[in-house]
C-alpha cells in the first residue's frame, strides 16, 4: 500500500536536511524508536509499535539506497520483524524536501507491506495513524532543529510518548466513517 505525507518544518532547507541526517537526533522525535547502530548506508534499530490493544516490537534494518544532497531527496528500504511473533513489514520511502517561504516542506511516499498482526489494519486506518505520527514528529523535529546545542550533547528526554488507545480509537472511528460514507480523501 501506498501512503503519501507532506509536513512543513520552519526553518531553511539546509537545516532541515542536515537535521533529518543525524539519525539520532532524528529517533528522539519517532514515538517507540531506538537506534542500535548508523552509519551513512545503514540504520539498525528498533521500534515499538502500539495500536489499540495490539503492542508490538519490531527490529530491523534501513538501507539508504540513495541520497542526493543537491536535490534534497533520500530513498530508504526499511525492513522489519517481529521481536515475538511471525509479522513482517517492509517499506520503500522516498522522501524529498522543498523551499517554502521561510521554511520546508517534506513530502514522504511510503510503499509499505505488511504481514502479521499489524496486516490486519486497513489502509484508512494506516494512513489515519501515520499521518498522525506525521505531525507529531513535525512539531518535535521543528523544536529540535530550534534548540541550541540540540546535537549531540542534547538532553535525550524530548521523544513523543507513543500514541493513546484513546486517540487509536478515535482515529478508527474516523476512518470507519470515511470508508462506510465514501470520503473523497479516502479515494485517491
Given at each position: 500500500m501506498i501512503i503519501d505525507n507532506e509536513f512543513s518544518i520552519p526553518a531553511p532547507i539546509d537545516q532541515v536536511w542536515k537535521y533529518m541526517?543525524?539519525?539520532?537526533?532524528v529517533a528522539r522525535c519517532m514515538p517507540g524508536a531506538e537506534i542500535q547502530s548508523a552509519n551513512d548506508k545503514q540504520v539498525k534499530g528498533r521500534v515499538k509499535v502500539s495500536m489499540g490493544p495490539l503492542k508490538l516490537a519490531f527490529g530491523g534494518v534501513i538501507d539508504i539506497m540513495e541520497k542526493n544532497e543537491g536535490a534534497h531527496r533520500v530513498v530508504m528500504k526499511a525492513t522489519g520483524s517481529e521481536e515475538k511473533g511471525k509479522g513482517q513489514a517492509s517499506a520503500t520511502v522516498t522522501s524529498t524536501m522543498v523551499s517554502a517561504g521561510?521554511?520546508?516542506?517534506?513530502k514522504l511516499s511510503q510503499d509499505i507491506q505488511m504481514t502479521g498482526a499489524i496486516a490486519q489494519y486497513g489502509?484508512?486506518?494506516m494512513a489515519d495513524?501515520?499521518?498522525?505520527?506525521?505531525k507529531q514528529f513535525?512539531?518535535?523535529?521543528a523544536a529540535e532543529i530550534k534548540r541550541p546545542g540540540g546535537g549531540a550533547?542534547?538532553?535525550?528526554?524530548?521523544?513523543?510518548k507513543s500514541m493513546s488507545g484513546f486517540s487509536l480509537m478515535l482515529l478508527s472511528i474516523k476512518a470507519f466513517f470515511k470508508n462506510l460514507f465514501g470520503s473523497k480523501s479516502s479515494k485517491k
Open positions: 541526517n543525524d539519525y539520532h537526533r521561510g521554511g520546508t516542506t517534506v489502509r484508512g486506518m495513524v501515520i499521518g498522525a505520527l506525521m513535525a512539531a518535535c523535529a550533547g542534547a538532553a535525550r528526554g524530548g521523544a513523543p
